[in-house]
């Protein structure tokens, strides 16, 4: 591997551990070629955090797949990029992958697909010790158990024998972690490391690739579209679009005074804490909750699941949703909020009837849902729609957009003409901000933030009186993020309709909505208007929540990340007794373990499940 040069003082010189060059990526596709990159020039220290931000599509990721001889086969990269000194564009493949495997780690954003399923985590981290570090088996087991504790794995003995699909996204992201730091690498690029996990956990690895940077002195790369991401880990940042760097400087002077018309953009979008709710969020003065009818009733909504047993062995039953009560009004949005697995999805499809609950009843406009025959259901279904997570996924491959948005009609107003279904279908395409020429085009075809559109215009078309969401932004970059909260706060302001907003993005749910329910573990923990629960939350895992949500403030961020709490929820199929938040809760006293919390109900409009909210404090400095 490569030496660091050094200075005539016995120091690291001032070259970079990797220098990027006029570096250009291209790919030949069958329309002709694609630039996914153009002449990028950057550099990294030994020991400081780059940065590296931009919406999806911008090249980020492909720039440093480059560096790692990664590209897709149709791929080709043209410049230089230098690891201490030595040209990696040019190396033989032999060459690279020592480099590749004893200098430089890569975290990828999905560990998922990234983990041999058939391995044990220890095995895999233990071979690639083996293979860098020359050492025998007996060794490369202690060497990847010490790695298991270092990068935080609770239990680590136990987790050496588990295979990936056995560990929650955060154990993964941490395994991950661990093989990449196998064989001590002087740079560590992670690509998007905490997309796909929930804020609380995002905190954790954030936290944990911030100590190990400065713990080992080694560079690193942080490949992320979440700003708050580069607040609290990066000491520079490099912002891309379409392929460029449009700006470079220190996190701070980027972030507080950024230059670039396009950067600006960037930090303005980006959801804060502190931005208030959304004029399409706010209610009309004197239409309090308590003044509205009541739309949508859940009494008591609980649903279970039976998992598990395969031929022979036992079955377990999964309490996804426990005893929910809710009211949505007429006009208002509500946002569900917590970590994956608290039930989330599963209240929502409840409420729909696409999920029949186990116990409890869901009441629209007076009417129970679960008493009515299949067809009453059906026709019900034009004033209940649901926009889905996955954008692509959600939409059918084999349709035009046109066909895509104008199915609704079919199914619900029979006696519409073709022409008239095109017409409607033309005006709320040009509604949700899609071109008139993209509907002849197929999913594929589109962009994520256009396939949500899409989704959208679908629901939309039927000018329901209920929209859910169902996570519908998560899949998206931030600037995409912001345009789709917009429209669906435009949308719902103008056709008055209900709005069940489902996400953990919690920025975005005080943006839009004007009460929100926090959900842990499938039970009810806190549902408050959102002024207050943002400004004085009652329940320490609503405390929790904002606390880990990431600000895109470099003087701020930090001191957050320093203060992550660790731990993950408990697996649904064994849940704590009493209250089920109790084994993560920093104020737990022996009633919680003895007895669930009750549904207290407040002034103003507040309900809290805590027996010890009384004695916390009422503001909390960490929020």
């Given at each position: ?5 050094a200075s ?7 070259a970079a ?6 570096l ?9 070629s694609?630039?996914?990159?153009r002449?990028?020039?950057?550099a990294?220290e ?5 940065g590296?931000?931009?919406?999806s ?12 001889g ?9 410049g230089?990029?230098r690891?201490?000194?030595t ?12 480099v ?7 975290v ?10 058939h391995?044990?985590?220890g095995e ?20 990847a158990?010490?790695l298991?504790r ?9 987790r050496m ?10 154990m993964?992201?941490r ?8 064989s001590?690498?002087?740079?560590l ?15 954790q ?19 992320t579209?979440?700003?708050g991401a580069?607040?609290?880990?990066a000491?520079r ?7 460029r760097i449009?700006?470079t400087?220190?996190?701070?002077a980027v ?8 950067t ?5 979008d ?15 003065p ?9 739309a ?20 377990a ?12 009004y007429?006009?208002?949005?509500l ?16 409420a ?5 609950p ?9 009417e129970?849902?679960g ?25 059918d491959p ?7 948005v ?7 107003a029979?006696?519409l ?29 589109l ?17 329901p ?13 931030i ?9 669906l706060?435009a949308l719902?302001?103008e ?11 919690l ?8 009460r929100?329910?926090v ?9 408050a ?15 929790e929540?904002?606390t880990?949500?990431?600000?895109p403030?470099?003087?701020i961020?930090p ?10 929820p408990p ?21 919680c ?5 009750a ?14 909210w009384?004695?916390l ?7």
């Open positions: 591997m490569p030496s660091i040069p005539a003082e016995g120091a690291p010189a001032a551990v990797l220098s990027l060059s006029g250009t990526v291209t790919f030949d596709t069958p329309r002709g694609n630039t996914a990159a002449e990028v020039t950057l990294v030994r020991g400081e955090c780059l590296v931000v931009g919406e599509g911008a090249g980020k990721s492909q720039v440093f797949l480059a560096v790692m990664l590209l897709a086969a149709n791929g080709r990269a043209q230089s990029a690891f201490l000194g040209e990696l564009l040019r190396l033989a493949p032999a060459a690279l992958d020592r590749r495997g004893a200098g430089i780690g890569m990828f954003q999905d560990p998922m697909t990234s983990l041999t399923p391995l044990a985590v895999q981290i233990a071979e690639v010790i083996r293979r860098h570090r020359g050492v025998a088996r007996a060794e490369a087991r202690t060497a158990l010490a298991l270092r990068v935080q794995v609770s239990d680590p003995e136990r024998r588990q295979y990936p699909h056995e560990l929650s996204g955060g993964r992201q395994v991950m972690i661990a093989i990449a730091l196998s001590e690498p002087q740079l690029i992670a690509d998007e490391p905490t997309t796909s996990l929930d804020v609380t956990i995002q905190a690895i954030l936290a944990l690739l911030a100590e190990l940077k400065r713990e080992r002195g080694m560079a690193m790369v942080l490949i579209h979440d700003l580069v607040a609290g880990v000491d940042v490099a912002v891309m679009r379409e392929g449009v700006e400087g220190p996190v701070a972030l507080k005074a950024p230059r670039d018309p396009y600006r953009t960037l930090v303005r980006a959801p804060r804490l502190d931005a208030g709710t959304d004029a399409a969020g706010a209610q009309a004197g239409t309090s909750p308590a003044r509205r009818a009541a949508l009733t859940l009494t008591g909504v609980s649903v279970r699941f039976d998992v598990g047993g395969g031929w022979l062995g036992p079955r039953q999964l309490s996804a949703v426990s005893a929910v009560s809710l009211e949505l007429a006009g208002e949005s946002g569900v909020v917590g970590e994956s697995g608290c039930g989330k999805s599963t209240l929502v499809r409840a729909l009837q696409l999920l029949r186990d116990a409890g009843r869901v009441v629209w406009m007076g129970a849902l008493d009515l025959p299949n067809s009453a259901l059906r026709a019900l279904r034009r004033d209940l729609q649901i926009i889905f997570q996955d954008p692509l996924g959600s939409l084999r349709m035009t957009v046109a066909q895509i104008a199915e609704p009609l079919r199914v619900h029979r006696d003409d073709a022409s008239a279904r095109a017409a409607e279908t033309a005006a709320v395409l040009r509604r949700v901000g899609l071109a008139p020429e993209l509907a002849s085009r197929y999913p594929h075809e962009s994520g933030g256009q396939c949500q559109r899409v989704g959208i215009a679908r629901a939309m078309i039927l000018k009186r209920l929209l859910i969401c169902d996570e519908p932004v998560s899949a998206l970059d600037p995409t993020q912001q345009q789709i909260v917009t429209l706060g719902k302001r056709s008055g309709m209900c709005l069940l907003f489902v996400s953990h993005n920025a975005l749910v005080r943006r839009l909505c004007e929100v329910l959900l842990y573990l499938g039970r009810m923990m806190e549902l208007p959102s002024q207050d629960l943002y400004t004085r939350p009652l329940h320490p895992y609503t405390r929540l904002l880990a949500v990431p600000v403030d470099p003087d961020q001191a957050r990340l320093a203060r992550a709490r660790a731990g993950e697996s649904p199929l064994s849940p704590p007794s009493g209250c089920v938040y109790r084994t993560r809760c920093p104020h737990a006293a022996p009633v373990e003895e007895r669930i919390p549904w207290e109900e407040l002034p103003d409009a507040r309900r809290v499940a805590c027996h010890r009384r004695d404090p009422q503001s909390d400095p960490d929020v």
